[in-house]
């Protein structure tokens, strides 16, 4: 899997302080995509083990309070990158208790795959949805239209 940002403190993507990562690779191609060149499963850099690992260090930094992490895209659940995303929030979970993660998908929830609900197991806000142009409105929190909904999963699997 490739990523094309991260950011270690980040107040934008999710309540509170977080850490958060754009994964590339994205097969809906949404007119209007604010992150097209994210799109390219070969964007950006190769998430190794050291990239995983600073996040996780970051997460759990003291020096600054991050409630947790936000994953977006691309598309975190694009068939190509749903091992290597299930791999780290599993990690997270078990190396960053207490963090919340939050995961952005064009996707809808009811039209996941069994391999993009096993993700979606460790994860605590899902924001599904393709973006829509036509419905796009900035005053939205977290998402860019108005038929992207945030699920809280506890409430929703």
Not at 78 to 94: E, G, K
């Amino acid at each position: 899997m490739n990523y094309a940002m991260y950011y270690d403190v980040d107040v934008v993507n999710g309540p509170g302080t977080r850490c958060t990562l754009f994964v590339s690779g994205c097969e809906l191609a949404c007119k209007g995509c604010y992150n097209k060149a994210m799109q390219s499963l070969s964007f950006g850099q190769l998430f190794t083990d050291e990239v995983a690992n600073k996040i996780i260090s970051d997460l759990n930094d003291t020096r600054i309070r991050r409630r947790g992490l936000s994953i977006l895209g691309g598309d975190p659940l694009h068939p190509n990158n749903i091992q290597d995303v299930l791999n780290f929030v599993t990690r997270v979970r078990q190396e960053a208790p207490g963090k919340d993660i939050w995961c952005w998908t064009g996707y809808t929830l009811g039209t996941l795959t069994e391999e993009q609900k096993e993700v979606i197991k460790h994860i605590d806000v899902l924001v599904d949805g393709p973006f829509q142009q036509d419905l796009y409105n900035p005053s939205l929190k977290w998402r860019g239209s108005s038929n992207q909904i945030i699920h809280q999963i506890t409430d929703d699997i």
